[in-house]
């Protein structure tokens, strides 16, 4: 009968240690989804959308015009949104993702590589947001595992 009670209190203790560690990852990816959101919204989109000059400057220099700020500025919006919805989170943050290898390419091409790292700065989160929402993604794309 000890042998029975040692592997039942080794099973829940195996079981709280999983729970809390799966606890701390929510955590994580949480902290993550906001910080990240806020970022996106209040530091990289709200400049362009208010047209602010150090968003105008750069906008100018690429030599692409306003509506291409303002559409920069939307999708950076959209994509802070979605990452606080947990539905949407993963495909945010790939979208992000993607939306950040181009700032790359044109920080890259049009800026001389000033301040080309910056972009990979902010994949690595966010690709840890689309890992951790990968299942949710497949079920909203209709591909569940």
Do not use: C
């Amino acid at each position: 009968m000890s042998s029975t009670t040692t592997a039942t209190s080794a099973s829940s203790t195996t079981a709280s240690g999983t729970s809390a560690s799966g606890k701390t990852v929510v955590r994580v990816v949480w902290t993550l989804r906001i910080l990240l959101a806020l970022f996106f919204a209040l530091a990289s989109a709200l400049p362009k959308l208010l047209a602010l000059p150090a968003a105008t400057t750069v906008f100018d220099a690429i030599g692409v015009g306003h509506w291409f700020m303002y559409l920069t500025g939307l999708v950076e919006l959209a994509g802070a949104v979605g990452l606080l919805v947990r539905r949407l989170a993963g495909p945010a943050a790939a979208a992000l993702i993607v939306f950040l290898v181009f700032a790359f390419v044109t920080q890259l091409t049009a800026m001389h590589g000033e301040n080309a790292g910056t972009p990979f700065l902010f994949m690595v989160p966010l690709a840890v947001i689309a890992w951790n929402r990968r299942a949710e993604t497949a079920a909203l794309l209709g591909r569940r595992r």
